[in-house]
């Protein structure tokens, strides 16, 4: 019996594994595909009653990143959400009720890498941050008017939601939206999943 395709590993480094992909046609033939893989990434939205949460990091060399969410990499071992509950831990030292919000595939099929948005309501302190000792990471709290005079300034680094948030603005006022981002909204949930997710169902 012929195997019609065989895979194995070309590079494996600290992020990517490039993997090539032999596959066999019916007249005999070989053909080589490539793809790459990383782990997924995980993103959250830290919401309270009076603001959002967002961190300004500083990087070597002077890079900054200001008005970002909490994010980081699915390790090996757990899903999307245990990823997105850790970090908050790490990196804020609270917990909260964490809803997924989307899944985008950004790269399509040439690189395997998924990003699952989450938003984290009602957060409140749980325990002492446990950052990386390299990090350099301040939380700010910002109120519901001025996270949108960000989003409208094109100031929160994260392009993907403040897109998504743009898109929702115009379909429901300012007002709902806060109160979605604080309480929660069916509605706008559906709205988001329905026209910006990669797939149907909630991330593994």
């Known amino acids: 019996m012929i195997k019609r395709e065989e895979e194995r590993v070309v590079y494996q480094g600290r992020l990517f594994t490039l993997r090539e992909i032999v596959r066999r046609e019916y007249d005999g033939r070989e053909r080589v595909y490539e793809y790459a893989e990383r782990p997924d990434t995980i993103a959250v939205l830290v919401t309270q009653h009076s603001g959002v949460i967002l961190l300004h990091e500083e990087q070597p060399g ?28 790490e990196e804020l030292g609270m917990q909260g009720r964490l809803d997924w919000l989307f899944t985008l ?16 309501r009602h957060a409140v302190a749980c325990c002492e941050p446990s950052r990386e000792p390299g990090e ?14 960000l989003l409208h300034a094109k100031r929160l680094d994260w392009e993907s939601l403040q897109l998504i948030l743009f898109l929702a ?33 909630t991330p593994l």
Not at 65 to 89: D, I, Q, T, W
Not at 136 to 149: G, K, L, M, P, T
């Open 62 to 89: 002077g890079v900054q990143r200001e008005a970002s969410l909490v994010y980081g990499k699915v390790e090996p071992g757990e899903n999307a959400e245990e990823a997105a509950m850790r970090e908050v831990r």
């Open 105 to 120: 595939q950004p790269c399509g099929k040439s690189i395997r890498w998924r990003i699952h948005q989450y938003i984290m």
């Open 136 to 149: 350099r990471i301040r939380a700010v709290s910002v109120s519901y008017e001025d996270f949108f005079q």
């Open 169 to 201: 603005e115009e379909t429901y006022s300012r007002e709902r939206l806060m109160m979605f981002l604080r309480e929660g909204d069916e509605e706008i949930h559906h709205f988001i999943q329905e026209r910006f997710t990669c797939s149907s169902s």
